[in-house]
Antibody, heavy 114, light 110 residues
């Protein structure tokens, strides 16, 4: 069974940091383009970042460039999102997604608030 | 980063046909095609189609997608109560080197 499980969300103060993880199973992780998508409460989907299969190319939405870093460890079938200098507007459920969106995790909630 | 344009809401009757639209430009929908996602309240999105009209396994034939120029469409036939959900389109934008999403359409089945 294809599965993506996110972890690492929580409450953090503005300016703080968090590292999200996404554990993949049930498919050949190393052959999939991987993506982080977020959804603020009551809002639509927003693409955050994507990474190519071998990690050589990474892409980010303008609002997180310089603050967030996407990475992967194909040996551990894992995707990561390092988030620094967090702002209130980063509050959202963060989903990891595989390929062109064939599989999604259940999401992890990040709340940035003092 | 500019997104794709979707109508905020569409309402149709049970067993009717709904067509949802998604407008982009020559850098995204027109040359890369669009994907369509369905999201029920409190659940993660689910892929319905990709690159205009390719359906993942397990997706009902009642869902079909198409594209004309820079506008993608998702047609849902024989509407059922479970089709009531939010629908999003997305595409890779070659100019931005980014994924762009539409704002989503809330489909109500009357």
């Amino acid at each position: 069974e294809v599965q993506l499980v996110e972890s690492g969300g929580g409450l953090v103060q503005p300016g703080g940091s968090l590292r999200l993880s996404c554990a993949a199973s049930g498919f050949t992780f190393s052959t999939y383009w991987m993506t982080w998508v977020r959804q603020a409460p009551g809002k639509g989907l927003e693409w955050v970042a994507s990474i190519e299969q071998d990690g050589s190319e990474k892409f980010y939405v303008d609002s997180v460039k310089g603050r967030f870093t996407i990475s992967r460890d194909n040996a551990k079938n894992s995707l990561y999102l390092e988030m620094n200098s967090l702002r209130a507007e980063d509050t959202a459920v963060y989903y990891c997604a595989g390929g062109i969106g064939e599989c999604w995790g259940q999401g992890t909630l990040v709340t940035v608030s003092s | 980063q500019a997104g794709l344009t979707q109508p905020p809401s569409v309402s149709k009757g049970l067993r009717q046909t709904a067509t949802l639209t998604c407008t982009g430009n020559s850098n995204n929908v027109a040359n890369q095609g669009a994907a369509w996602l369905q999201q029920h309240q409190g659940h993660p999105p689910k892929l319905l189609s990709y690159r205009n009209n390719n359906r993942p396994s397990g997706i009902s034939e009642r869902f079909s997608a198409s594209r004309s120029g820079d506008t993608a469409s998702l047609t849902i036939t024989g509407l059922q109560p479970e089709d009531e959900a939010d629908y999003y389109c997305s595409a890779w934008d070659t100019s931005l080197s980014a994924v762009v999403f539409g704002g989503g359409t809330k489909l109500t089945v009357l």
